[in-house]
C-alpha cells in the first residue's frame, strides 16, 4: 500500500537532548513538508521541500533541521535550541505539478513530549 | 497575507441530519481548496480537493462547493453518522506552490 509511515508515533525527550523524526514516503511524490499542530493553534510549517537535496524554512523553523537525500525520505530534527517542543508533528507528501497545486497527503502523526 | 478561517468551531448533532461546515478564506488568488478530517491523535485525511477552475466536488455523501469571488468553501455532509464525528479542517495554498494555510478546525459530533 502506498502511503507515508512516521516513526515513531510517541517519543519522549529529555531537555537538552536532540531528536530525530522520521518520514518515508513511497508515493513517488517530490515535494514532502513538516507541521506542527498544538491544540487550539492549528498547523503551522516548519520546513518543506520540493526536490533532492534542497529544502525552504517555513514558518516556525527555528530549532528545527531538516536532510532530504533521498527523494522518499524527510526526517526532521527537533534541537535542543526548540524552546517549546512539546507538540504532534505531521509530515505530508504531494506530487509537483506545472502550473497547478496537487493533492496533500498526510502521514499518522508522531507525538513528542519533552520531560 | 491569506487567512482561513472556519465556523463553526464546534458543531453537535443527532444522527441522520445534514450540516453544513463553513471555510472563509481572505486571498481569492488560489490554486485550488482541500478539505480533510482529522480524528483524535490522527494524521489528516483527505477528503476532497477542489480546483479554482471548478466549482464543487461530490464523494459519497460530502459535497464541497467553491466561491472564489466571495472567498467561501463549504462542505455539505448528507445523512450525519457517528462514525463522521471528528474535526474538519480546510486549507488553500496561497499563491504559490502549496504552501497550504489552514483553518483551525470544525470539530463535529453526531450523536446516536
Known amino acids: 500500500d502506498g502511503g507515508i509511515t512516521q516513526s515513531p508515533k510517541y517519543l519522549f525527550r529529555k531537555e537538552g537532548q536532540n531528536v530525530t523524526l522520521s518520514c518515508e514516503q513511497n508515493?513517488?511524490?517530490?515535494?514532502m513538508y513538516w507541521y506542527r499542530q498544538d491544540p487550539g493553534q492549528g498547523l503551522r510549517l516548519i520546513y518543506y521541500?520540493?526536490?533532492?537535496?534542497?529544502?525552504q524554512k517555513g514558518d516556525i523553523a527555528e530549532g528545527y533541521s531538516v536532510s532530504r537525500e533521498k527523494k522518499e525520505s524527510f526526517p526532521l530534527t527537533v534541537t535542543s535550541a526548540q524552546k517549546n517542543p512539546t507538540a504532534f508533528y505531521l509530515c505530508?507528501?504531494?506530487?509537483?505539478?506545472?502550473?497547478?497545486?496537487?493533492?496533500?497527503?498526510f502521514g499518522e502523526g508522531s507525538r513528542l513530549t519533552v520531560l | 497575507k491569506q487567512e482561513v478561517t472556519q465556523i463553526p468551531a464546534a458543531l453537535s448533532v443527532p444522527e441522520g441530519e445534514n450540516l453544513v461546515l463553513n471555510c472563509s478564506f481572505t486571498?481569492?488568488?488560489?490554486?485550488?481548496l482541500q478539505w480533510f478530517r482529522q480524528d483524535p491523535g490522527k494524521g489528516l485525511t483527505s477528503l476532497l480537493l477542489?480546483?479554482?477552475?471548478?466549482r464543487e466536488q461530490t464523494s459519497g455523501r460530502l459535497n464541497a462547493s467553491l466561491d472564489k469571488s466571495s472567498g467561501r468553501s463549504t462542505l455539505y455532509i448528507a445523512a450525519s453518522q457517528p462514525g463522521d464525528s471528528a474535526t474538519y479542517l480546510c486549507?488553500?495554498?496561497?499563491?504559490?506552490?502549496?504552501?497550504?494555510?489552514f483553518g483551525t478546525g470544525t470539530r463535529l459530533l453526531v450523536s446516536p
Open positions: 505530508a507528501s504531494t506530487r509537483r505539478l506545472a502550473g497547478e497545486a496537487g493533492e496533500l497527503f
Open positions: 508515493l513517488n511524490h517530490d515535494a
Open positions: 521541500s520540493q526536490i533532492v537535496n534542497d529544502f
Open positions: 486571498d481569492s488568488a488560489i490554486y485550488n
Open positions: 477542489i480546483q479554482s477552475s471548478q
Open positions: 486549507a488553500v495554498p496561497p499563491g504559490g506552490f502549496q504552501k497550504l494555510v
